[in-house]
Nanobody, 118 residues
Framework: QVQLVESGGELVQPGDSLRLSCAVSGGTFSTFDMGWFRQPPGLGREFVAGINSGGMAYYADSVKGRLTISRDNAKNMMYLQMSSLKPEDTAVYFC????????????WGQGTQVTVSS
């Protein structure tokens, strides 16, 4: 059973930085494609960033240059480094994992709340 647990969300001020973490257990982490998604208040879930099993990263246009996704296969961890945070970054952030060859993300965490407010 693959499990994903996010951590690191908190209340921060505009312009601050924050790092989210995603701990993965129960599977072969190094073979998973990984992703971060977010759900702003009252809106649907949206893609933020992804990193494949080979370490190639890709981002939503809205976050390019401010967010950095990374992974540590030795620790079964994925991270999202966020900088220059804006109020519109307020959302529940979810991490997700996709098996090699899968068309969609198969496993999801429960989310961590990020609130950007002065």
């Amino acid at each position: 059973q693959v499990q994903l647990v996010e951590s690191g969300g908190e209340l921060v001020q505009p312009g601050d930085s924050l790092r989210l973490s995603c701990a993965v257990s129960g599977g072969t982490f190094s073979t998973f494609d990984m992703g971060w998604f977010r759900q702003p208040p009252g809106l649907g879930r949206e893609f933020v960033a992804g990193i494949n099993s080979g370490g190639m990263a890709y981002y939503a246009d809205s976050v390019k240059g401010r967010l950095t996704i990374s992974r540590d296969n030795a620790k079964n961890m994925m991270y999202l480094q966020m900088s220059s945070l804006k109020p519109e970054d307020t959302a529940v952030y979810f991490c997700a994992a996709r098996k090699s060859g899968s068309a969609s993300f198969d496993y999801w965490g429960q989310g961590t709340q990020v609130t950007v407010s002065s």
